[in-house]
Nanobody
Framework: QVRLVESGGGLVQPGGSLRLSCAAS????????MGWYRQAPGKQRELVAR???????NYADSVKGRFTVSRDNAKNTVYLQMNSLTPEDTAVYYC???????????????WGQGTQVAVSS
């Protein structure tokens, strides 16, 4: 069994910052990319930021320059530092990991349960 557990969400004022964390645990052979997606009410889930095992990153245009994704491979953990938050960033944020549970297994996506981020004055 693989689990992704997120933490760090909450309520913040516009212009504020939050840091999300997501730790993967369980039967893991190798993690390739890890990242963050979000889903606002009435909208589809969208990619926020993603990082490969080698450290290559990509971001949604709406968060470039404000959000930073990073990871600690030794801890199977991915982080999302969010600065200059706006109400448009309000959403449920989901952690994603693209991983293999064994050398013979296929690579597949796993998801966390989601953490709420609310930006409001």
């Amino acid at each position: 069994q693989v689990r992704l557990v997120e933490s760090g969400g909450g309520l913040v004022q516009p212009g504020g910052s939050l840091r999300l964390s997501c730790a993967a645990s369980g039967s893991i052979f190798r993690i390739d990319a890890m990242g963050w997606y979000r889903q606002a009410p009435g909208k589809q889930r969208e990619l926020v930021a993603r990082i490969t095992s080698g450290g290559r990153t990509n971001y949604a245009d709406s968060v470039k320059g404000r959000f930073t994704v990073s990871r600690d491979n030794a801890k199977n953990t991915v982080y999302l530092q969010m600065n200059s938050l706006t109400p448009e960033d309000t959403a449920v944020y989901y952690c994603n990991a693209n991983l293999k549970v064994a050398s013979w297994a296929t690579t597949r996506d796993y998801w966390g349960q989601g953490t709420q981020v609310a930006v409001s004055s």
